[in-house]
Structure formats: structure tokens, C-alpha cells
């Protein structure tokens, strides 16, 4: 469509140098594509041990007065 009816497609100025990037961002994408993928199969290959839940004891909420729950603080 570039070369046929360059006239639809504002902003390209040159034929072969729209050709050369777009085959540039589709080298991109199935490069990230294809770690991707790769990475997904390693991570399932080498699951990490689990982290063992931190205790509840000692725990407690933030101590706010009810009373200035929700207020404004531009009273």
C-alpha cells in the first residue's frame, strides 16, 4: 500500500525506508515474542521456593480516631 497509494498514509516520505523499519519492528516484536515464551517455560521449570507467611502476631491496624475517619482536612 505504500508504494501503490502512498497518498492514504500521511508522514512517509520514502517508500524503502518505511519498508526497512517495518520489517525492524517485526524483527522486535517476535525477538520479545519468542523470550517471552521462553521465559514463561523457564519459570515454570525452576519454580521458586515458597516464602513462608509472615506471622500475624503483633499486628494491628493504623490507630486513626473514628472521629477523624473521612473528615475533611480542610475544615
Known amino acids: 500500500m505504500v508504494s ?3 497518498f492514504f498514509i500521511s ?3 520514502s517508500a524503502e525506508h518505511a519498508k526497512t523499519s517495518a520489517f525492524g519492528a517485526m524483527a522486535m516484536f517476535i525477538v520479545t515474542f ?3 515464551i521462553v521465559g514463561i517455560y ?3 521449570a525452576h519454580p521458586k521456593a515458597e ?3 509472615e ?3 503483633g499486628y494491628s491496624l493504623s ?3 473514628q472521629q477523624e475517619y473521612g473528615s ?3 475544615d
Open 11 to 13: 508522514g512517509i516520505h
Open 55 to 57: 506471622p500475624l502476631e
Open 4 to 6: 501503490t497509494q502512498p
Open 42 to 44: 523457564y519459570d515454570k
Open 34 to 36: 519468542v523470550l517471552s
Open 51 to 53: 516464602e513462608a507467611p
Open 63 to 65: 490507630a486513626i480516631p
Open 72 to 74: 475533611s482536612r480542610y
